[in-house]
């Protein structure tokens, strides 16, 4: 099973899972998987519909946010803050190495009121440097 990194109680983010973890995943107490990694990106990758399937017979929600080289969108930034609000619990989110999904989950979270200073301190405590994401942070941040 993939390493996951706990960022916050809302927030986890992991490396690449397969579909036999989601019934751990689920156990786990996460409410949710969100897929940041588009289909095909490197050989032997699980499809995005195996890894549904497994999540939803796992009872868990699932979102595809596909993040490629192109960067971060404002939509996928909407859709990773609306995935994570209608969870009701913990949402894991992976991708090749878990760092797609920790910066867009910063992004995300930083459009709903989270400073950059704390977006950037969580990432920090999880293993993740943001400071090259910092202008993007400040960019999106909306006061709550």
């Not at 689920?26 to 699980?46: C, F, I, L, S, T």
């Not at 609306?82 to 949402?91: F, H, K, S, Y």
């Amino acid at each position: 099973m993939a390493h996951i990194r706990i960022i916050d109680e809302s927030v986890a983010v992991a490396p690449q899972i397969l579909p036999e973890d989601l019934p751990n995943i689920a156990a786990q107490g996460y409410k949710a998987v969100v897929n940041n990694r588009p289909d095909g990106e490197e050989a032997g990758q699980p499809p995005a519909d195996a890894i549904r399937e497994a999540a939803e017979a796992a009872g868990l929600a699932y979102h595809a946010i596909p993040v490629t080289h192109a960067g971060f969108s404002h939509a996928q930034v909407a859709a990773m803050a609306e995935a994570i609000d209608a969870a009701g619990g913990p949402v894991l989110a992976f991708c090749r190495s878990g760092t797609r999904s920790a910066n867009l989950w910063a992004l995300a979270a930083a459009s709903r009121g989270a400073t950059p200073d704390e977006v950037t301190g969580k990432a920090a405590g999880a293993g993740y440097d943001l400071t090259g994401l910092r202008p993007m942070l400040d960019g999106v941040h909306r006061p709550g």
